[in-house]
T-cell receptor
């Protein structure tokens, strides 16, 4: 049973560019949450998608947007990249929005470097 | 407000017990989690505890919850070099948000 799959694993972009990160949730999960983890920090919540809609959003600017597809996979888009956007971006999936008892299942992340 | 605090580093000798501590601020937390992150990897759920429990044991892991002091700890018995990683405490609130909030993580270093 595949867990959460993220692509690409690493990415280097230039300031001002746009980037799209992809996530396939664990089989049986219907909710996808995205987190940003800066070096030496804990994961910070960006937003959560359920039933193809953004349900919750953290304290991130509108440059961060997303999408969820009918098969529950999700994309994270970041426009007008800044150097400070360099981080590990983690996707987490769960069954139902609250993750029930089991918390979230995380992918290995996409390491984004903005130069 | 939502805040989770952890000490940043812990160094132990192989075979000893490790105790990683966490404090949280919201008394309405429902679930409290411990995640492990190895270098270059995502977060792996180790264990969780309901807020109406005081203790949970799972093989080498023991979680203790002191609701009065809003203090959570993770004890790893017989710590091995493979336990070297960053450990994150996370809480989830009953107040409408389904989103776990993470601490900054404790880096556990196990030396021979």
């Amino acid at each position: 049973d595949a867990g959460v799959t993220q692509s690409p694993t690493h990415l280097i972009k230039t300031r001002g560019q746009q980037v799209t990160l992809r996530c396939s949730p664990k089989s049986g999960h219907d909710t996808v949450s995205w987190y940003q983890q800066a070096l030496g920090q804990g994961p910070q919540f960006i937003f959560q998608y359920y039933e193809e809609e953004e349900r919750q959003r953290g304290n991130f600017p509108d440059r961060f947007s997303g999408h969820q597809f009918p098969n529950y996979s999700s994309e994270l888009n970041v426009n007008a990249l800044l150097l400070g956007d360099s981080a590990l971006y983690l996707c987490a999936s769960s069954l139902n929005r609250d993750g029930s008892n089991y918390g979230y299942t995380f992918g290995s992340g996409t390491r984004l470097t903005v130069v | 407000g939502e805040d989770v605090e952890q000490s940043l580093f812990l160094s132990v000798r192989e075979g000893d017990s490790s105790v990683i501590n966490c404090t949280y601020t919201d008394s309405s937390s429902t679930y409290l989690y411990w995640y492990k992150q190895e270098p270059g990897a995502g977060l792996q759920l180790l264990t969780y505890i309901f807020s109406n429990m005081d203790m949970k044991q799972d093989q080498r892991l023991t979680v203790l919850l002191n609701k009065k002091d809003k203090h959570l700890s993770l004890r790893i018995a017989d710590t091995q070099t493979g336990d070297s990683a960053i450990y994150f405490c996370a809480e989830k609130f009953a107040g409408g948000s389904y989103i776990p909030t993470f601490g900054r993580g404790t880096s556990l270093i196990v030396h021979p």
